[in-house]
C-alpha cells in the first residue's frame, strides 16, 4: 500500500499522518501545487490550518492543485481519508456531505475520547486477534475549534439510512455539540471518509492508543485502488 | 534643544544618557537615529539594570551547546542532537490586548527557538493574573488563554505544559511568560553573529507595517497606569500562518546549508536584529530601507527600522546562494529582500536608497549603554495586603476542600484543553498526567522532560529562598518522571528596579537562583528580564518563572502523578519539613507575612537522585511532589487522578515536630509524596505512611483528623472552568 499524505502551506500533522501510514505501507507527502498522485494508492488529506484558515476552515485548500487531483481520484474509486482539517476541505470540496462549524463551547478543544465505529457494507473493520473488548470503541484524541459537523435534518436522515455515518462520538462524550453525535462520514461509495478525531495521534501505546491504526486499515479496505 | 530633550524623555532615555550618546557619536542623533539609541539602551535590550547582577549565574556545563547571548540556549541529548529551550515573557502587551500579546509572546519565542535551527517541539506557559473574583482578571485569562491556543493550535507545535497563578497584584499588571523547546541536528545549528565581509543581508517572512512601533521601550520598559488604553496600537498581531511558512523555509534552509547566520526580529524589529548581529560577529552592517517590503508606501525610516511587526527573521547569506535562498522563500510563499550588506566598517549604515538616513558605530548602539547598580533596601514588613476568605471556623476537611477549589491550586483542565497536547507524535505525558510533560526524542533514541515553576507569592516572602524553591521544584517535577536536568531558562519578572524595594527582591532573588543552580549543578542556558511590572496599586509578587529541561533514558518509566494500585503502600520522602508560612492556607486565611524556612538544597538534590533512579529502575507505582497547599492536597490530587483513595496517618511528620495543620497543609521544599511496594519504598529510605485504597481520602492527623470523599474532593478541584467563564 502507497500513501499519499497531503501537504498545504499550515498543515500540522501531516508529519504525523506519514508517520502512521508507514507503519502501513510506504507514505510519502503530496506537496499542494502536485497533481499528479500516479502510484499512490490511498491519500490521507490531514489536519491543520491550511493557507492559515482565515476565511472558512478548508474554503481555500479545496481550490488547490492537488485537491483537484484528489477529488478525481476519488471519483475513480480511490481512497480518501480526511482527518480534521482535511475532514472540512473534502466538506467544502464536496466529496462528503454536511459542514463543521465552530464548536458549541467557542473554544478550541484537545481531549483523549472514544469513538464508535459504525460499519457499513463496504467498510470492515479489523479485528485484531484475541480481542476480548469491543474492539469498535475506539480512543482517539480530537482537537479542534470548528468541529461541530452539521447538516440539514433530511441529509441527516440519508447519511443515516445509507451506512454514511462512520463514527459517532461515543455516548456523552461529543465535545463540540456535533449533530446526533456524528463524527465522520463517508460518501456514498464508501471510498472517500473523513473525521474530527486524530487518528494519526492513535498509533504508538507510548503516546496513548493504537486504536488510530484501524481507522487507516478500514478507509484502505474500503478503495478500489487506482 | 529644549524640544529635543523632550523627544529622548518621551522614548524612554534619561538626560545623562542622551549626552552620552551625543559624545559617543560627536553630534547629536538624528530622529532616526534615536529612535534606534532609545530602543537598545531600553531595560528590555540592553539589561542595564539586571546585566550585572546575571553575571551570577552559573551558564557553563558538559552538556552546554549554546548559553545565554544565542537566539536561546542549548543542551546536548545525543547522537548527535541537541534540545533548545527558552523562556520570554510578553506581559505588557498581555495586560494591554490579551489576545494578541498572548498569542505574539507565543509566536516570538517559537523564532527565537527556529533561530537556531531547531524545530520547535513544544510549549509551556506561566500565567499570572488577579483574583478571579475580578471581571478585568477572567478578561485577561480568557483572552490569554485563547491567543496562545491560536498560536500554538495553528502553527502546529503542542502545548505540554504550564502553570496559572490568581494573586491580588497581578491584577493590574498580569505575566504571560510563554517557553518553547525545541530539537535541533547539532551540525544544522547556526549562530546568531553576522559573519563574512561582503554577505548579503536578507530579510524573510513578513512585510514590514506600523504595529508595534515603540513596543520595547514605551510598552515593556515602562509602568503600567492610566491611558493604557491608548498603547494598544504599540501591540503587535501575530499571523501563524505567516510565521509557519517562515518557519519551515528557515528550517529548510538550514538543512541545505544555505545560511551563514539567523537571528528573528523581535523587540525593536529591525534595530536589534541587525545591531546584535553585527555587534555579535564584531562586523558593521549597511541596511537600505527603500528595499524592504512595506505594508504602508509612505513609512518613515525610523518607523521601518523600530517597527515590531511579526513574523520576520534577517539572514546572512553568501553572494553565491542568494538566489537560492529567494527561491525557498517563494517555494514557502514567504517574503523575502536582499536588503542589505555586511561591512568592515564597524558601523550600522542606514541608508534610503542612496540617502544615509542614519550612522552609528556599532559599540556604541549596541554595547554602549551604562550598566546601572541598584540601590537595593529590604522592605519593613508585609506589603502585600491580606484578604482573608476562608471561614475561620472551616473544619479540616472544608479547609481541604477550599484549598483545591482556590483557583492557584485547582485543575487547569479548563486552559489546557484549549491547547492542542498532542501533535507531533512526542507527548507521552500529557498535562495532568505527571509532574513534568515528558516527550519522546526518538531521534536520539531518548526522551525528555519539561517543566515551568514560580510562586511568586513565595518569592514575595523571602525572594532568596522562593527563588530557590522555584529552581527544586522544577528539579522535583522532574525527578518525578526521572529525569536528570541539563539545564535551565528563566524569566524574571519584577517591579521598578529604580526603586528600592524591587531592586532589593531582584537582587535576593538572582543570588537564589544562582546558589540553587550551583548546588544542583543545572547551568542556566538563557533566559530574559521583565522589570517594571507595576500597576496604579505598585508592584506585582516578584515572580522569577524557571523553566527546566531534563533527559531520560525510557519514556516508558516516566511515572505518573496518579495513584496505580490500590494496596500499594504511600510514603514520603526528602527533607521536608513544612510550614503555613507563604502558603495558600495562609493567603486564604488572610495570615501572609514575610519569612520562609531555608530550604536544604544539598539534601534535596540527593532526595531528587533517589527519586530519579528508583522511577527508572521501574520500582515505583506513582510520584507527585508536595507543592501547594502541602500534603494534604498532594494526596488529593493522586487520589483524583486515579480515582482510588487512600488512607494515611501523618504521626511520623508530628514526630519531625510538625504540628497537625503544618503536616496537613504546610508548604515547603523536598517532599516528595510516592506509592508502591512497602518494599522498594523502605529500601529507598522512604518514611511509610499509609495506603492506597478505597474511594475517600482519610487523614489522621490527631485533632485535625478527617475524611473526604474522592468525588467532592474532585469536584471542588474542577471547579475553576464554571469560576473562569463566569460572566458577570
Known sequence: MRWGVLQFPGSCDERDALQACSLLGEARLVWHEERDLVGIDAVVVPGGFSYGDYLRAGAIARFSPAMEAVAEFAEAGGPVLGICNGFQVLCEAGLLRGALLLNESTRFTCRQLELTAVDATSVELSTPEGAKVDNRLLSIPAKHGEGRFWAPDGVLDALEENGQVAYRYAPGQNPNGSARDIAGVRNEAGNVVGLMPHPEHAVDPLTGSTDGLKVFEAVAAAGVPA | ?728
Not at chain 2, 559599540?363 to 533596601?377: I, N, Q, T
Request: hydrophobic fraction near 40%; include cysteine; charged fraction near 20%.
Open chain 2, 1 to 728: 534643544m529644549t524640544v529635543e530633550v523632550a523627544k529622548h524623555r518621551e522614548l524612554g532615555l534619561t538626560d545623562s544618557e542622551f549626552e552620552l550618546i551625543v559624545e559617543k557619536l560627536g553630534r547629536e542623533p538624528n530622529d532616526v537615529e534615536l529612535a534606534m539609541f532609545s530602543l537598545l539602551w531600553s531595560e528590555h535590550c540592553a539589561y542595564k539594570h539586571s546585566r550585572k547582577l546575571l553575571r551570577r549565574l552559573p551558564t557553563e556545563g558538559e552538556r552546554v551547546v549554546m548559553g545565554p547571548g544565542e537566539n536561546a540556549g542549548a543542551v546536548d541529548i545525543g547522537n548527535g542532537y541537541a534540545i533548545a529551550f527558552k523562556v520570554e515573557s510578553h506581559n505588557h502587551p498581555s495586560a494591554v490586548e490579551p489576545f494578541q500579546g498572548a498569542a505574539t509572546g507565543v509566536g516570538g519565542i517559537l523564532r527565537d527557538v527556529f533561530a537556531l535551527g531547531a524545530r520547535p517541539i513544544a510549549i509551556l506557559d506561566s500565567l499570572r493574573f488577579g483574583e478571579l473574583d475580578s471581571v478585568r482578571s477572567r478578561h485577561l485569562l480568557d483572552g490569554a488563554v485563547r491567543g496562545i491556543g491560536h498560536y500554538g493550535n495553528s502553527i502546529g507545535v503542542a502545548t505540554v505544559g504550564g502553570e496559572i497563578y490568581f494573586e491580588a497584584p497581578y491584577e493590574h499588571n498580569c505575566l504571560v511568560n510563554a517557553m518553547c523547546v525545541g530539537i535541533a541536528k547539532q551540525d544544522d545549528m547556526v549562530r546568531a553573529a553576522a559573519a563574512g565581509v561582503g554577505n548579503a543581508v536578507v530579510l524573510m517572512g513578513a512585510t514590514t507595517g506600523r504595529d508595534g512601533i515603540g513596543g520595547a521601550s514605551v510598552l515593556a520598559s515602562a509602568e503600567l497606569g492610566d491611558g493604557d488604553e491608548a498603547k494598544r496600537p504599540t501591540v503587535q498581531i501575530g499571523d501563524p500562518f505567516e510565521e509557519s511558512k517562515v518557519l519551515e523555509c528557515c528550517l529548510e534552509l538550514l538543512e541545505k546549508g544555505l545560511l551563514v547566520s539567523l537571528q528573528d526580529l523581535g523587540a525593536a524589529g529591525l534595530t536589534s536584529s541587525a545591531g546584535e548581529m553585527a555587534s555579535a560577529g564584531g562586523v558593521g552592517i549597511d541596511l537600505d530601507l527603500a528595499r524592504v517590503p512595506l505594508r504602508e508606501a509612505d513609512m518613515e525610516p525610523f518607523e521601518i527600522m523600530v517597527s515590531e511587526s511579526q513574523e520576520r527573521m534577517l539572514g546572512v547569506v553568501e553572494p553565491a546562494n542568494v538566489a537560492e535562498v529567494l527561491a525557498v522563500c517563494e517555494k514557502w510563499q514567504t517574503g523575502s529582500a536582499e536588503i542589505g550588506v555586511v561591512t568592515d566598517s564597524g558601523q550600522v549604515r542606514v541608508l534610503h536608497g542612496e540617502e544615509v538616513v542614519g550612522e552609528m558605530p556599532v559599540e556604541a548602539l549596541v554595547d554602549g549603554c551604562p550598566l546601572y547598580d541598584l540601590s537595593p533596601a529590604e522592605p519593613e514588613g508585609w506589603i502585600y495586603g491580606n484578604r482573608a476568605t476562608l471561614d475561620p471556623g472551616a473544619s479540616s476537611g472544608e479547609t481541604l476542600l477550599a484549598l483545591l477549589a482556590s483557583p492557584s491550586l485547582a485543575s487547569k483542565r479548563w486552559a489546557f484543553e484549549q491547547y492542542d497536547s498532542v501533535v507531533g507524535s512526542r507527548t507521552v505525558r500529557r498535562p495532568e498526567a505527571a509532574d513534568a510533560a515528558v516527550l519522546q526524542i526518538p531521534e536520539a533514541g531518548n526522551a525528555i522532560a519539561v517543566s515551568i515553576d514560580g510562586n511568586g507569592r513565595r518569592v514575595a516572602c523571602d525572594p532568596y529562598a522562593g527563588t530557590i524553591e522555584a529552581v527544586l521544584e522544577c528539579a522535583q517535577n522532574l525527578a518525578c518522571v526521572g529525569a536528570e536536568p541539563l539545564g535551565l531558562t528563566n524569566c524574571l519578572n519584577f517591579g521598578n528596579p529604580e526603586k528600592p524595594m524591587p531592586a532589593w527582591q531582584l537582587d535576593r532573588s538572582v543570588s537564589g537562583l544562582a546558589d540553587a543552580c550551583d548546588a544542583l549543578g543545572v547551568p542556566v542556558v538563557g533566559g530574559n528580564v521583565s522589570l517594571y511590572n507595576e500597576g496604579p496599586e505598585g508592584p506585582i509578587y516578584p515572580t522569577p518563572v524557571v523553566g527546566m529541561v531534563g533527559e531520560l533514558p525510557d519514556a516508558r518509566q516516566a511515572c505518573g502523578s496518579a495513584f496505580a494500585r490500590a494496596g500499594d503502600t504511600i510514603a514520603l520522602l526528602g527533607p521536608f519539613s513544612p510550614s503555613l508560612a507563604g502558603s495558600e492556607l495562609a493567603k486564604l486565611r488572610g495570615e501572609l507575612d514575610t519569612g520562609l524556612p531555608q530550604p536544604d538544597v544539598d539534601a534535596v538534590a540527593g532526595a531528587c537522585a533517589a527519586v530519579r533512579d528508583a522511577v527508572r529502575a521501574g520500582r515505583l507505582s506513582s510520584a507527585h511532589d508536595i507543592s501547594d497547599g502541602g500534603l494534604a492536597c498532594a494526596l488529593a490530587e493522586s487520589a483524583i487522578a486515579s480515582g482510588i483513595g487512600c488512607r494515611v496517618d501523618l504521626q511520623p511528620l508530628r514526630e519531625r515536630g510538625c504540628s497537625p495543620e503544618d503536616a496537613l497543609f504546610g508548604e515547603g521544599a523536598g517532599g516528595f509524596l510516592l506509592s508502591g511496594d512497602r518494599e522498594a519504598l523502605e529500601s529507598l529510605g522512604a518514611t511509610p505512611i499509609g495506603n492506597v485504597g478505597g474511594t475517600t481520602v482519610e487523614l489522621a492527623a490527631g485533632d485535625r483528623s478527617f475524611t473526604v470523599g474522592v468525588g467532592t474532593a474532585e469536584s471542588a478541584w474542577l471547579s475553576l472552568r464554571q469560576r473562569a467563564e463566569a460572566v458577570a
